[in-house]
């Protein structure tokens, strides 16, 4: 597909590559909404844990602002890629609604299961029993992605038609 020039309207039509920044950059959006919500819901507010547990307190809040500012860097750099696109009118706005569903979801699954079984770093909670947990995080994080390949797979059928 021809690009506009920077005089003439833009196409209205993304083209596939388009489509992939749409979904790429939602999804950075939706690491950061994900990160935020850990850590804002389950890091200062319950004070459940901490993004590094294996040390000591201060080395545990000081893990916490990395994770923050990771988290804001994903969300003010996924927004402004996405509005660029906007702008544009080279947005994909359903492949971007994937994007944030798979981000959301791939943040919460690596998190639960690398971050929390693999390297223990942190659990969700302590002294507790964590099946419960364990299984609430990952089936959330489960549902978020089948959601996520649902909408990929029905917008794949619209464009087809």
């Known amino acids: 597909m021809k690009r506009s020039s920077p005089n003439e309207a833009p196409s209205e039509i993304p083209t596939d590559r388009d489509a992939r ?83 959301m979801g791939g943040f919460q699954l690596f998190d639960g299961i690398v971050s929390h079984k693999l390297l223990r770093i942190h659990q969700i909670r302590y002294d507790v029993d964590l099946l419960a947990y364990d299984l609430a995080w990952n089936l959330s994080a489960i549902a978020l992605l089948l959601l996520g390949a649902w909408l990929l797979r029905r917008t794949r059928q619209l464009r087809r038609h």
């Open 21 to 103: 920044r749409s979904l790429g950059y939602a999804a950075l959006l939706g690491i950061g909404v994900m990160a935020a919500i850990d850590e804002i819901v389950f890091h200062q507010l319950l004070q459940w844990h901490h993004f590094f547990d294996r040390a000591t307190p201060t080395i545990g809040i000081v893990s916490d602002g990395l994770l923050h500012a990771g988290e804001l860097l994903a969300l003010v750099i996924g927004t402004f890629l996405l509005l660029d696109l906007a702008r544009q009118r080279r947005l994909a706005m359903r492949l971007a609604w994937t994007g944030v569903l798979f981000g």
